[in-house]
C-alpha cells in the first residue's frame, strides 16, 4: 500500500517546518534569503511533498550518476524534454533536493507561455523557475547555481506517442552560454516521461486559437473534468547522469558558430544514444528495467 | 548484355579500368533488371544528397543497417551505378564468413561485396574506391520490429582503418528497410544449430518456401546521404582511436537525428 501524503490541509508555516525537520541540510542553505527570481521556501515546501510523492512511490524514479551532480558552484544540466507537462524538470529538482550528497536547488529555465498565466506564473516562480532568456541565465549561473535548460525547447514537450523518444534537434544556445560563462555541462537522459501523457494528436489550430504551445489530445485530456486529465501514467522512469563537460575553450570561442553547433550535436547524440540503450534494455513501461 | 552495354557505356567504361578477379559485369547485367524493378517500382527508393559524395578518390558510407538482408547496400548500388554522371562501382563490406553455400559467396562478390577485414578496406581505399559499411554489425540488421529506426551503436572499430587513412565519412540515412521486413524475433539457439549468423522469424519467413519467404512489403524507402564531417587524426595510436571513437559517437547521431526527421516528417504527411 502506497502511503498518499497529507498535503492539503498544511499551512505554509507548517509545510515549511515539516521540510526543515526532514532536509535541514537543504531548508539551511536557502532558508531566509532573497531571491531576486522570486522563489518563496514556505511555496517550495508546500508543494515538495506532491512531488516527492510522485518520484518516490508513483513513478519509481532510478538515477544513475546521481554523484556527477556537483556539491557546489555552477552547473548547467540539459537533457530531453517529455511529458506534455514538464515532468522530468520536476523530477530532477526532486533528486537534487532529496537524494544528493549535498542537496541542491536545481532551477529549469522554462518557457514564456507559463509566465503569461496569473496564477501560474506566481507559482512557477515561487517553486523556482526562471523565466528563459540568457540574461537571466547567466545571472544564476554567477550566483553559482545549478541550472537546467531542455535545448529542445517546448518541441520536445509535444511530441506525440509515435515520435517518443525521437528527440528534435537541439538549440545549440546552451554551448554558447557554457562557454561564455565557463560552466561545466552535465548531460541527462530521461526515460519515462514520454508515455505518462500519451499525446495522440496536436491540434493546430485550436491551439492557434487558445494562444497555447501546442494543444495536445491525449486519451484523457481535453474528454474528461478537470483533475482526471492530470493524472500521469504510473510508467517507471529512468534518468541517466554524465559526468560533468568542462568544455575547455576560452570565453571568447562562445562566438564561434561551427564550434558550437558541433558540441551541442555531440551532446545531443550522446543522449539519444542513451535513450536508445536505456529503452533496449527495458522490459517494459510499467514494470521498468528489472523482472 | 547488348541493352545493359549501352545504358551502362560510362559505369562499364570506368569499372572495366579496375582489376578485380571477383567482380563480373556479366552477373551485374543479369540482376540489374530485378535490381531496378526493386528500386524504382517496388521500394520506389527517394535517394538524395549523392552530390555529397567525392567525385574522385576514396570515400567510406556508412549506414544505419536494417530489415535482415543489407538491402540498403544493394539499393545504393544501383544507385551509384545507374547514376548519369559520376557512374561507380560500390564495394560493399560485409561479413561472409558465415555463407556455407559457393555460389551464394561467388554470387555476392561479383556484385560488389567484399568480405569485411581490414586489410580489406585498406586495400580499396588505396584504390580510391567507394566503399560502403554497416557498423552496426548483424545485431543492427537484426532489429525486432518494436525496436525500428533506433539505431545500435556503431563499433569504432569498423571505422580503424578509414580514420587512419583520413577518408572522409559520409553517412547514409535509411527508413524503410526495418519496415519492409518487419521481424518478429531472433531466434538464437536455433543460429547456434545451423550455424547461422542469425534465426529471424517474419511474417513468411521461415513458413512459406523459398522465394516467397524473402517477400517484401512494398514500402516506400527514403535514403539521405548527408554532409561529410571533417576530423582531425593525430599520428599516434591513441589519438586515432579517440578519433575513430569520436566519429562512430557523432555518424551514429546524425544517422539518428536523420532518421527521426524523416520519421516526423513522414507522420505529419499521413494526417
Redesign the interface.
Known sequence: MVNVPDFTSLSKEQAAANLARRNPSFYNRYAGKDDEFGFKLETFAMWEPVFRFLYEEYFKVTFHGLDNIPDEGRALIVGNHSGLLPLDGAMVAMAGVNHCASPRRIRFLATDWFFGIPGLREWCMETGQVRATLDNAEKLLAQEEIVGVYPEGIRGVGKTFRERYRMHDWHPGFVKLAIATQTPIIPIATVGGDEIFPNFHNGKTLAQLLGMPFFPMTLTFPWLPFPMPFMPLPVRWIFRIHKPMDLGYPPERASDRKLVSRISKEIQYMVQKDLNELLRERKSAFSGWED | MKPFAVTYRDYIEKVGKVNDSNFSLETIARVERPLAFLYQDWFKVDLQGLQRLPNEGPVLIVGNAGGIMPWAGVMLMYALMSDKQHPRKLHILADLDWIEDERLYNFLREIGFVPWNADNAKRLFAEGQTVMMFPEGSAGAMKPFA?RY????FDWTNLLPAVEMKIPIVPLATLGPDESFPMGANIEPLAKLLSLPAFPLTATFPWLPFPMNIFALPIQWKMRALKSCDYEVGESRDEIEESAK?QA??L???I??E???M??AR?RKV?
Open positions: 525496436e533506433r539505431v545500435r551503436s569520436r559517437l557523432f551514429e547521431g546524425e539518428q537525428a532518421l527521426n526527421r520519421l516526423r507522420l494526417r
